[in-house]
């Protein structure tokens, strides 16, 4: 770590005494009549070859500066759309500084457009709002990759997940030509697509989708990349094939090929692997837990706050609601074999738009993992709970997406989106489980569970928009089916031995149980939004949303008894069948002019909640849910669009979430005996008041970009988990519960800006945070509060063509206070450092290096953990063609890997231990596909 921070310091320091003995150019440009023009791309360039030596863009008065230019013979450009290109080349004066004579630029014709535009070939130019790059002046070697072109850009970083932030943002969507890629995925293209194939890159803010199929600007900006892709990369195919093995039978390969042209875009991508890289992302662990993707998405949900009310609505169920909980998380941890296949297609013609992919995951992942929790109680006392695990989970997915878009005439456009899962998932956990209070004074769990769960899912939505003959009018309708379907069945064994137990017979001692559940819901939903110019800057909107779910859960659990007799259990089997149906009727008035947008509004929501339950299906009702909820909920947004790639936004929104069916039935859910769940029938809706603001700017003249964003929300009935714990047995039951009061804020800063511009790039962030959180403990209030400051930066360093530096770290301290244990109090630190380096050697070799440091320390309980990791990699490129790569890589070579976690809630504090794949070595090769040949090589 030391090395590092004295290596970059090396760095700066070289730059900085470089800098003292080199040349400032500094001009202007402006148009024919004498006005300036802004975001001129200039342009400094050998005169023997046209080598790009350096380039920037004007500001708004026109002006441009060099600085740090090395003295040699000289050409400087200026280009700008719409304008003839100048040229010409420079005489350098014996003094530090040159002052440009103005440079004046022509309009040229339309009939010269192409040519001139062709001809200009600056390295990033402005396009209206969008920054435009030119991707063949950023020099990446052969066969990289989209995110390592990515990586040279200014303004723009991958952060150490992969994801791509833009001008302080992060990138929501990539489209290649202006066409869905794997419905947007960002990683999916960035990670596959190859950078050799590329012309241009246009970053830019999108309208949201829903402004887009309803005509009505919601303010609601996605921050989008698109990529064009070369001429002759469309005339061919281009794609990478891959395979390596190593140390202790290690295996990894991956392969993918891309066909484009004008009308159609095919690309198809496939890996398998033991070296955890997943096949499960996020989603697909959502749809385990039952809170997935397919209750969010493209449904025509019309109105503020894009809320068709069922997204906030538990209907199935998930981990808490099984009998039989088994948990599944940390996807890239413990030891997992992996298989992957996607196929993407799009094709556009005659304003018929259509895309489609599917994608086929499967894991194998066995996670060995040791956690420890301490509660702490009213009386200053605590105890701890230990969970020593083992855990198998075996998981595949089927997901396919439909789009499809038909502008039916100059009035009528019509979208329908359609996609589908089928997942199943096999799991077997082993564990030991303790609760401490003193060395005598201790509970324990054995557990053997097992479950295999198949579940489908189907969503459907058409979006119908009628634009009327007066400009601003609009009609927009949407219907959406949603349907879910899921069986599953396990084994559950439980050994218990509770401490200062006075009933010997109770069933928290041992569990012998086999559970059965069938669970189903069917959700319709529609929407209606009209929008009336009430003059050319006001306008009328108003909407209403309709929703039905229909769901049945069907929970049976069979006493074993140590025989293979299976019996009923009355008191834990129980029969579901839930209505839930939502209304809302609303409008708004927005004013829109000259880049400001304000939109006030106000909705009424109407929720009804209708449920009974049995021990099974057709025997006696023992209970009924009927709850109805009427709400009123305003809403302000504002937003205003400046000039400068400048952007102001403040809102202001309440929410109310009704209860869940799950949290308002009578149900003891004894997945863990240790920790009971039940419901609570007189449970009230969580209401809360929101704000928001913030700022952004982006200066493509200077390459500076500043956001800030803060956000509050305020609770006055908020539902919490009231813990009941047992004195004796320390076993903890949880039910649902209201409390009044708790608030949270949230806020980020960032600021970006070069050091040395082109060539070193600084971006530093802060967030600190607050939350004042309320907790029943043995139905008694108590507060917590949690205040956390993070602190990063990152740096990324191009000085030559044949080096490459990112570098970045972060620093995060939560202080955590316990109103009634004081003496408890928690300062947890997390503190993180990466950097990666690519260097290109003589003869076609490159070395890649990544390191990363992360380090989790907890005074209070003496916990300090530190996890630094080194991967390594050393690469040939082979062949008159360079198509060929030879790859050795060694990762983990310190051998610490490991998955660490820490967090301090409400009146808890925990950390978690998972051994994870270490250290391995591999050695490969790569073949770069080429359908036709790719001009200008990148090294």
Do not use: C
């Not at 094709?347 to 259509?354: A, E, N, S, W």
């Amino acid at each position: 770590m030391k090395f590092l921070l004295s290596f970059l310091l090396l760095l700066a320091i070289t730059f900085t005494s470089q800098a003292q003995s080199k040349l400032t150019i500094r001009g202007t440009v402006k148009d024919t009549t004498n006005l300036p023009l802004d975001y001129t791309s200039v342009l400094l360039l050998s005169p023997q070859d046209s080598a790009l030596v350096a380039y920037t863009l004007t500001n708004k008065e026109g002006e441009y500066i060099f600085k740090n230019v090395d003295r040699q013979p000289l050409l400087i450009k200026a280009t700008y759309m719409g304008y003839i290109p100048f040229q010409k080349e420079l005489t350098l004066p014996n003094t530090d500084e040159l002052e440009v004579e103005e440079i004046y630029l022509s309009p040229i014709l339309q009939e010269l457009y192409e040519v001139v535009v062709k001809a200009a070939k600056a390295p990033l130019m402005m396009r209206g709002d969008t920054l435009e790059y030119d991707a063949s002046k950023f020099k990446v070697p052969p066969g990289a990759t989209l995110e390592d072109l990515l990586r040279k850009l200014p303004g723009i970083q991958i952060d150490v997940d992969g994801n791509i932030v833009a001008q302080g943002q992060q990138v929501q969507k990539v489209t290649v030509d202006g066409r869905r890629f794997f419905g947007g995925n960002t990683k999916m293209a960035t990670q596959n697509l190859n950078a050799e194939s590329i012309s241009k890159l246009q970053l830019f803010d999108d309208k949201s989708e829903q402004s887009k199929l309803t005509g009505a600007e919601d303010g609601v900006k996605e921050k989008t990349l698109n990529v064009e892709l070369k001429e002759e990369a469309k005339k061919g195919g281009f794609g990478k094939i891959s395979a390596a093995g190593g140390t202790d039978g290690r295996w990894t390969s991956n392969a993918s090929y891309n066909k484009f042209d004008q009308i159609n875009q095919f690309s198809i991508i496939g890996y398998g692997n033991n070296v955890n890289q997943t096949g499960l992302s996020w989603d697909d662990l959502q749809e385990f837990r039952g809170s997935g993707a397919f209750q969010f998405g493209d449904t025509g949900d019309f109105g503020f706050n894009a809320s068709g009310g069922m997204t906030i609505i538990s209907f199935s169920g998930g981990d808490n609601e099984e009998s039989f909980e088994i948990p599944f998380n940390n996807l890239s941890s413990g030891f997992s074999n992996n298989q992957a296949i996607g196929i993407n297609y799009n094709r556009l013609k005659d304003k018929k738009d259509f895309s489609g992919n599917y994608f086929y995951s499967r894991s194998d992942q066995i996670i060995e993992s040791f956690n420890s929790r301490t509660t702490f109680l009213q009386d200053n006392s605590s105890f701890t709970s230990n969970d020593e695990s083992a855990q198998n989970n075996m998981a595949g997915h089927h997901r396919a997406t439909i789009r499809f878009q038909n502008e039916l005439d100059s009035a009528n456009t019509l979208t329908i989106n359609a996609k589908g899962r089928l997942s199943t998932l096999r799991t077997s956990l082993q564990s030991l489980q303790e609760l401490i209070r003193s060395s005598t004074e201790q509970s324990q769990m054995e557990r053997n569970n097992r479950s295999n769960r198949w579940s489908g899912s189907f969503q459907g939505t058409a979006i119908f928009r009628h634009k009327f003959d007066k400009s601003g009018r609009n009609f927009a309708a949407s219907i959406s089916n949603t349907y879910s379907d899921a069986d599953q069945d396990g084994i559950q064994k439980s050994v218990v031995d509770l401490v200062n137990s006075t009933d010997p017979n109770t069933y928290f001692r041992n569990l012998d149980q086999v559970n059965q559940a069938l669970n189903s819901s069917n959700v319709i939903k529609s929407s209606l939004l009209f929008v009336e110019p009430v003059s050319k800057v006001i306008f009328w909107e108003s909407f209403y949303n309709f929703s039905q779910s229909n769901s049945q859960i069907d929970r049976r659990v069979f006493d074993l008894e140590g025989s293979d007799i299976l019996e009923l259990n009355p008191d834990l089997s129980r029969f579901f069948d839930n209505q839930i149906t939502y209304n809302r009727l609303g409008s708004s008035i927005r004013y829109a002019n000259k880049g400001s947008n304000l939109s006030l509004g106000l909705a009424a929501s109407n929720y009804n909640l209708n449920g009974r339950f049995s021990v099974e299906k057709d025997s006696e009702i023992l209970g009924i849910v009927d709850k109805s909820y009427l709400n009123l909920t305003p809403n302000l947004s504002y937003w205003k669009t400046m000039k400068g790639n400048k952007r102001l936004n403040a809102g202001y929104s309440m929410g109310v979430t009704p209860p869940s069916i799950s949290n308002l039935q009578p149900f003891k859910d004894i997945s863990n005996p240790l920790f009971i769940r039940e419901g609570n029938p007189d449970l009230q809706p969580e209401v809360s008041h929101s704000f928001n603001a913030g700022y952004n700017m982006y200066d493509p003249a200077t390459f500076i970009n500043l956001y800030f964003s803060l956000n509050s929300t305020f609770y006055t009935s908020q539902v919490v988990q009231n813990q009941t714990i047992d004195p004796e047995t320390f076993v903890t039951t949880f039910k649902a519960g209201n409390v009044s009061g708790g608030q949270r804020y949230n806020s980020y800063l960032g600021f970006g800006f070069p050091i040395v511009k082109t060539k070193m790039n600084a971006y530093i962030s802060a967030t600190p945070s607050y939350a004042r959180s309320i907790a029943l403990i043995n139905s008694l209030e108590t507060e917590t509060n949690t205040l956390s400051q993070s602190i990063g930066g990152s740096l990324d360093l191009t000085p030559t063509e044949w080096l490459s530096l990112y570098a970045g770290s972060s620093f995060r301290l939560s202080k955590t206070k316990y109103e009634q244990n004081p003496a408890q109090n928690q300062d947890i630190l997390n503190l993180s450092a990466y950097t990666n380096m690519n260097l290109k050697l003589p003869k076609a070799f490159y070395f890649d290096m990544k390191f990363s440091y992360n380090r989790f320390e907890n005074k209070s309980f003496g916990f300090n953990q530190e996890v630094p990791i080194l991967n390594a990699f050393v690469y040939k490129l082979i062949g008159e063609a360079k198509k060929w790569e030879v790859r050795l890589s060694a990762y983990d070579i310190f051998k610490q890997n490991q998955t660490i976690s820490q967090f301090a809630g409400q009146n808890f504090v925990s950390n978690g231990r998972i051994e994870t794949l270490s250290r391995y070595f591999l050695i490969g090769v790569t073949y770069n596909m080429r359908g036709v040949e790719v001009k200008n090589d990148r090294y």
